[in-house]
């Protein structure tokens, strides 16, 4: 069974200071995707990386999938409370669209 | 555009009661998953569709459970009968032709059996 495990499960920081979350596997995916989630809403796509040493920016965010397509991590730079919520990774093997998730990062920025 | 479209978005009953989820894709996408998400497991993948053929159904976790996908603007989930164990946020999401394509989900059924 294919895994991602996501660390750290809960963070709670204060407004401003920089976080990572990362998001690990054994098995090697074609893509990652990350997903943010808020109270009483379904996940939303952030991004996909799909090449292997990949970097893509989303304003104060930075993804990176790791060269051998196992892993990846999201840093968020000066966070702030709009930032408050569930993170999800999301591994797609090539099985018709099937994504694995991973359990998630419950992210609180206080103000 | 609508997005996905779940109801209802939230449903209390009795354990032992039939339960009756729905789901409309966004228009034009072909493939279908249904979820189920809990503080304990996370998200969950019960099935998915494609083109309305079930594909994978491995994460449906007992007989009680049972998806259709009668055409390609709906589909639904069913317990019956349900147990105060299947209370949990249940999401329907669509993608457009399976590959990298991003999953767009519902807001979900928020399920409680008493």
């Known amino acids: 069974t294919q895994l991602l495990e996501q660390s750290p499960q809960f963070l709670s920081i204060q407004e401003g200071e920089n976080l990572t979350v990362y998001c690990n596997s054994s098995s090697v995916f074609s893509s990652l995707q990350w997903y943010r989630q808020e109270p009483g809403e379904g996940p939303v796509l952030l991004v996909t990386?799909?090449?292997?040493?990949e970097v893509k920016k989303l304003k104060r965010l930075t993804f990176q999938f790791g060269d051998a397509r196992k892993d990846s991590s999201l840093h968020i730079t000066a966070a702030q409370p709009g930032d408050t919520g569930l993170y999800l990774c999301?591994?797609?093997?090539?099985?018709?669209?099937?994504?694995?998730f991973g359990q998630g990062t419950e992210l609180s920025v206080k103000p | 555009d609508a997005g996905v479209i779940q109801s209802p978005r939230h449903e209390v009953t009795e354990m032992g009661q039939e339960v009756t989820l729905r789901c409309k894709p966004i228009s034009g996408h072909n493939s279908l998953f249904w979820y189920r998400q809990t503080m304990m497991r996370g998200l969950e993948l019960l099935i998915y569709?494609?083109?309305?053929?079930?594909?994978?159904d491995s994460g449906m976790p007992e007989d009680r459970f049972s998806a259709k996908m009668p055409n390609a603007s709906f589909s639904t989930l069913k317990i019956q009968p349900s147990e105060p164990r299947d209370s949990a946020v249940y999401f329907c999401?669509?993608?457009?032709?399976?590959?990298?394509?991003?999953?767009?989900f519902g807001d979900g059924t928020r399920l409680s059996i008493l």
């Open positions: 999401a669509s993608s457009s032709s399976p590959g990298n394509q991003p999953q767009h």
């Open positions: 990386v799909v090449t292997g040493g």
């Open positions: 569709f494609n083109n309305n053929v079930p594909i994978d």
């Open positions: 999301a591994g797609d093997n090539n099985q018709g669209g099937k994504l694995i």
